[in-house]
């Protein structure tokens, strides 16, 4: 997976205030190579998701819910943890 900064190919600006300090500089990108960044970023998260949904069905045939339980409207829903006291 790619960091933020690997999405960025174009330039990337300091923007300093009238100090001068570079402790005080800014990063600055232009509208379209951050717009171009985050469309690639996008698409490899739909990639990621794509790879992660089919490993999850891949492997659902393994983990087979017991025999005997059916999940109805009816069922009850029973809370994992117990009240904090």
């Known amino acids: 997976m790619k960091s933020p900064a690997e999405y960025l190919t174009g330039p990337v600006f300091q923007l300093t205030y009238p100090t001068g300090e570079t402790d005080e500089s800014v990063p600055v990108v ?3 190579d951050a717009l171009r ?3 690639e970023a996008l698409a490899d998260a739909e990639e990621y ?4 949904l089919r490993a999850i069905r891949r492997n659902a045939s393994d983990a087979v819910a ?5 999940i109805t409207p009816e069922t009850p829903v029973v809370p994992m943890y ?3 006291a």
């Not at 998701?49 to 992660?52: A, G, I, P, T, V």
């Not at 017991?66 to 059916?70: A, H, L, S, V």
Request: overall charge negative.
């Open 49 to 52: 998701k794509y790879l992660l």
């Open 37 to 39: 960044a985050l469309e």
């Open 82 to 84: 117990a009240e904090a």
């Open 30 to 32: 232009t509208y379209y």
């Open 66 to 70: 017991p025999e005997g339980t059916t």
